[in-house]
């Protein structure tokens, strides 16, 4: 069996899986946010598209997305992957 870390997910329905960008950790007046203190991210590269999906996988697949800040479920042994679903999703980065 292959160690956890390296497995691959594939996201069933209409979920989509996303690795999420980092949180800011500096505030804009220039102090260091500790992690607790941090806002969940809403943006994230899409990795990869459920069969359900009504948005085009070969579209979607690589563009960054903007989702609801209390939406999705963390993809097993990972902090910076999370599934959400597609009806969830608000807005895609313009090419």
């Not at 390296?6 to 804009?28: I, M, T």
């Not at 806002?39 to 997305?65: H, Q």
Request: glycine share 8%; proline share 6%; hydrophobic share 35%.
């Amino acid at each position: 069996m292959s160690d956890k870390h390296e497995r691959k997910w594939q996201p069933l329905g209409d979920r989509v899986l996303v690795r999420l960008d980092e949180p800011q950790a500096v505030s804009k007046g220039g102090i260091l946010i500790p992690d607790t203190g941090k806002e969940k991210p809403t943006t994230g590269e899409v990795l990869a598209v459920g069969e359900s999906c009504e948005l085009d996988a070969k579209d979607l697949t690589g563009r960054v997305v903007l989702f609801h800040n209390y939406s999705g479920s963390p993809a097993p042994h990972s902090k910076d992957l999370m599934f959400v679903k597609e009806k969830d999703l608000l807005a895609i980065e313009a090419k």
